[in-house]
């Protein structure tokens, strides 16, 4: 069984930085492309961006504007997402999920192992 944990969100102003964090346990995590996704109120789940198993990312370009990064420690098991400039649209739910499958990393279904989330407000 794996299990995915995020932490680190929280209430922000905008201008902020935050770090989101995305640790997982019960398999090896250098298996894992790790995906983040988030969810804003009244809208869908989509795709910020994702960290391959060689450390290569990508990103949702629309959404992310350059201000993303994600990183891996995989010795200590855990996937970052550092959020610089936040802006009151990046309010929403943020995910982590982790795929140990080679489709995709854009898409939800490539990942079998889902967080609960954790919320970002941003104020302006």
């Known amino acids: 069984q794996v299990h995915v944990v995020e932490s680190g969100g929280g209430l922000v102003q905008a201008g902020d930085s935050l770090t989101l964090s995305c640790t997982t346990s019960g398999r090896a995590f250098n298996n894992f492309n790790m995906g983040w996704f988030r969810q804003p109120p009244g809208k869908e789940r989509e795709f910020v961006g994702a960290?391959?198993?060689?450390?290569?990312?990508?990103y949702n370009s629309d959404s992310v504007q350059g201000r993303f990064t994600i990183s891996r420690d995989n010795p200590k098991n855990t996937a970052y997402l550092q959020i610089h400039s936040l802006k009151p649209e990046d309010t929403a739910v943020y995910y982590c999920?982790?795929?140990?499958?080679?489709?995709?990393?854009?898409?939800?279904?490539?990942?079998?192992?889902w967080g609960q989330g954790t919320q970002v407000t941003v104020s302006s």
């Open positions: 999920a982790a795929s140990g499958s080679t489709t995709p990393v854009r898409m939800e279904r490539s990942y079998q192992y």
């Open positions: 960290i391959y198993r060689s450390g290569a990312t990508t």
